[in-house]
């Protein structure tokens, strides 16, 4: 069983920055994908970024360019570092992990941005 543990999020202005963290802990086998979705009010969870453990990464075409995505095998640890934050991208945010049999979600941290 995988516990997640998100922080980071919380309140900024348009053009502003935030960093969200997720560690995980309790893995036995390895976590294989990392990642981060959103979902805001009314709409479906989306794909924001995810990283492989050899550290291939993908983002959506949204956020190419203003997130960057990185992790630490050691630390089970994935970080998104968001610049140039857009009042779109207010949403809740949920940090994920893959192992071989399940995937897992954390509780989620809310950014929202002001115009």
């Known amino acids: 069983q995988v516990q997640l543990v998100e922080s980071g999020g919380g309140l900024v202005q348009a053009g502003g920055s935030l960093r969200l963290s997720c560690a995980a802990s309790g893995s036995r086998f390895g976590i294989n994908l990392m990642g981060w979705f959103r979902q805001a009010p009314g709409k479906e969870r989306e794909l924001v970024a995810t990283i492989t453990r050899h550290y291939t990464t993908n983002y959506a075409d949204s956020v190419k360019g203003r997130f960057t995505i990185s992790r630490d095998n050691i630390k089970n640890t994935v970080d998104l570092q968001m610049n140039s934050l857009k009042p779109e991208d207010t949403a809740g945010y949920y940090c994920?992990?893959?192992?071989?049999?399940?995937?897992?979600w954390g509780e989620g941290t809310q950014v929202t941005v002001s115009s």
């Open positions: 994920t992990a893959h192992t071989y049999d399940r995937i897992y």
